[in-house]
């Protein structure tokens, strides 16, 4: 029970504050545990901030399971590939919009910007996962043979959905708001979903072009 707080509290205040920033001291005090606790546990500042991105990774494990909750093996056509794509977008977005995961979303932002050992293990678990598997079934949907091609755009389709925390200030000024709301939630999503569909339509389009 310690470590799990001493691990959740070291999330939040790298994140706000990042590696060279936060005090293993502060974080101790915090979470009620000896500064020994960290150096015997962790070997330092350094082993707390690698434990702190395991941490991220087992918890966005248990976040995106469910869209991930099929057989391994399965063929999917061009309209199951899309209708897993909404599913996972849509998981994503809830988490994105929502304040319950901002300690952690902070620490990923700040390794994106700036990635390292903390990054690789965290885009080692789900993240990475996540990312492979909404390429291939952009592939599927649209019929791309480019893997390539099939990867910009599953980052460019993240982007928006990523907009929700990285723009979060931003998105409330536009709507004139100090929190996103159930309705807002809804319509952004909704935006989202003609998006995805708009795309594939393109790219499937595109490839039937070229066929």
């Avoid at 903390?118 to 492979?132: D, K, L, S």
Wanted: glycine content about 8%.
């Amino acid at each position: 029970m310690v470590q799990s707080r001493l691990l959740d509290i070291a999330i939040s205040e790298f994140g706000s504050k990042g590696l060279e920033g936060a005090s293993t001291r502060a974080i101790a005090a915090a979470a009620g545990t000896a500064m020994s606790s960290i150096t015997y546990h962790y070997g330092g500042k350094d082993g707390l901030y690698l434990a702190a991105a395991d941490r991220i990774a087992e918890r966005m494990s248990a976040m995106m399971t469910e869209p991930f909750d099929v057989p391994a093996g399965i063929v999917e056509d061009a309209a199951a590939a899309r209708t897993r794509i909404h599913r996972i977008f849509a998981r994503l977005a809830d988490k994105m919009a929502s304040d319950e995961n901002a300690d952690w979303t902070l620490f990923i932002l700040r390794e994106q910007m700036k990635p390292g050992a903390a990054f690789e293990r965290i885009y080692g678990g789900v993240m990475g996962q996540m990312i492979e598997t909404l390429a291939d079934l952009v592939a599927t949907a649209t019929g791309c043979t480019s893997a390539r091609v099939a990867r910009i755009t599953t980052i460019t389709l993240m982007g928006q959905v990523l907009a929700l925390r990285s723009s979060r200030a931003t998105f409330l000024k536009l709507l004139g708001r100090d929190a996103l709301g159930a309705d807002d939630i809804h319509d952004i999503k909704a935006r989202i979903d003609a998006n995805i569909d708009a795309i594939l339509d393109s790219m499937r389009a595109e490839e039937q072009g070229q066929a």
